[in-house]
């Protein structure tokens, strides 16, 4: 029975609740999230107000960066715009934004009230229960547009209750297949779940056929990364009512070209429903100077400290699956001179695909330092080093990330005495950049 009336008062307080009362993280299926968020906006005490445009954005990797870039477009085109994304890095706030700002604990804690009082009896995982107070925090705000990330799969994740306006995938790999299916095909067909008959979507490059079979089955129709929205140097083409239209210009920013395709197409799509804004042109300019200037967390994010100069850079990433491999491995062959030394700081949960993460990437590390998540998810340091270790002989183990840091920080001369310029890479997932952040507030 929901406790609707206990005393908890700090944002602290019910995330501890709720991930105590509601343990299970995965939980398929849209059954109880449906009744308790139709009992939360049938309810008169919910102020319930429908943004003008809602974006539903899935994928297996790119989907933080992509809505990262449209929310600052968005912003820059004078338009007011929420956003639901996880997990968080730091803290929970994160979430939950409204014009790039976390939502405040007070915020937070009175949407988490409504969501225990109406949820009765329904049972509700954590990410179940986080998405009903996001609901309520941001359909409570007068937005011209919501953008709303996918947490798992499509078509069964809690996010999916919502209908979309515009539905957006980015990239699909093989990951979560216990999950979603253990082909490309059918955990395509999963992520097309977010799709609406006769709706408009935006698809990344090189998606499976299901994809696109599925958009057709339901007349949804769909533009296309280097299909329908095409670059050629510094020319985009982007498809707009009537044809296409070529805009010279492109982000200088580093994150692959695919996720800003992307979100330069869905901000040209989305102009085209905010007219009335006073704004009779695409103002390409002044949203390629937005995207350039955006910063996203975990994202190739290099960190500025006291601690390091300009011969030593550390970027912090949070991929952790093959797909997201290939790309980091394109960054530090660009990046890499002959005179320099790349470190990988590196750790994983259990369910990833290691092995194969390691054996893309060990051709460009001179050094992997590992250490275990401090989480129950965490893969096990043997089986780590076991995994990373069948690629690559230069691997040191230790038994926190921050004692990983450490150690890949230090300076080591080369077999001539020099020290050599350095680029560490701190990778493998939410909880990896989470501590790596930590470590450098603390320097």
Same mark, same amino acid.
């Given at each position: ?39 939360? =906006? ?88 986080? =998405? ?12 011209? *547009? ?91 083409? +982007? ?37 009335? &804004? ?14 350039? &200037? ?5 994202? +190739? ?52 695909? *290691? ?60 077999? &001539? ?25 603390? +320097?």
């Amino acid at each position: 029975m929901a406790q609707s009336d206990i005393a908890l008062n700090s944002l602290k307080e019910w995330l501890e609740y709720i991930s105590e009362t509601h343990p299970s993280e995965i939980e398929m299926g849209l059954d109880r999230i449906r009744r308790v968020f139709g009992k939360m =906006t049938a309810s008169e005490n919910t102020n319930s107000l429908k943004p003008k445009q809602i974006v539903v954005v899935s994928g297996t990797n790119g989907k933080g960066s992509t809505i990262g870039l449209i929310e600052a477009g968005l912003i820059s085109m004078g338009l007011s715009v929420g956003s639901y994304t996880s997990p968080h890095i730091r803290n929970y706030n994160e979430r939950v934004k409204v014009n790039a700002q976390p939502i405040s604990d007070l915020a937070l804690v009175d949407s988490f009230k409504r969501v225990e009082s109406a949820r009765a009896d329904v049972p509700l995982t954590y990410f179940e229960f986080g =998405t009903l107070a996001a609901f309520d925090v941001l359909f409570s705000r007068e937005l011209d *547009v919501l953008i709303l990330e996918v947490g798992l799969g499509g078509r069964l994740d809690a996010v999916n209750v919502v209908d979309a306006d515009l539905s957006i995938i980015t990239s699909i790999a093989l990951d979560h297949t216990d999950w979603l299916g253990t082909s490309l095909e059918a955990i395509g067909l999963e992520k097309a779940g977010i799709l609406r008959p006769n709706g408009q979507a935006i698809l990344g490059e090189s998606l499976p056929g299901s994809v696109s079979q599925y958009a057709k089955e339901i007349s949804c129709k769909t533009l296309t990364v280097h299909q329908d929205i095409v670059r050629s140097g510094q020319c985009v083409i +982007l498809t707009e009512a009537g044809g296409e239209k070529s805009y010279q210009g492109f982000p200088n920013i580093r994150l692959p070209e695919n996720n800003i395709l992307i979100a330069l197409q869905t901000l040209k799509t989305l102009f085209g429903k905010f007219t009335q &804004n006073g704004k009779s042109t695409f103002s390409y300019g002044s949203i390629i100077e937005s995207l350039t &200037n955006v910063k996203i967390e975990g994202r +190739l994010e290099e960190v500025k400290s006291k601690a390091l100069d300009s011969n030593h850079r550390v970027l912090l990433d949070v991929g952790h699956n093959p797909h997201a491999a290939k790309y980091l491995l394109s960054v530090l062959k660009d990046l890499k001179s002959p005179d320099m030394v790349v470190n990988a700081v590196y750790s994983s949960l259990a369910d990833k695909d *290691v092995a194969s993460l390691a054996e893309i990437l060990s051709p460009v590390i001179d050094t992997w330092f590992l250490a275990p998540l401090d989480d129950e998810r965490a893969l096990d340091i043997v089986k780590l080093e076991s995994a990373v270790g069948a690629f690559t002989k230069n691997m040191l183990s230790f038994g926190t990330l921050h004692d990983a840091l450490n150690s890949a920080l230090v300076s080591r001369l080369d077999e &001539n005495g020099q020290e050599p310029k350095s680029i560490t890479l701190v990778f493998g997932s939410f909880y990896v950049i989470d501590a790596a952040k930590a470590y450098f507030e603390g +320097l």
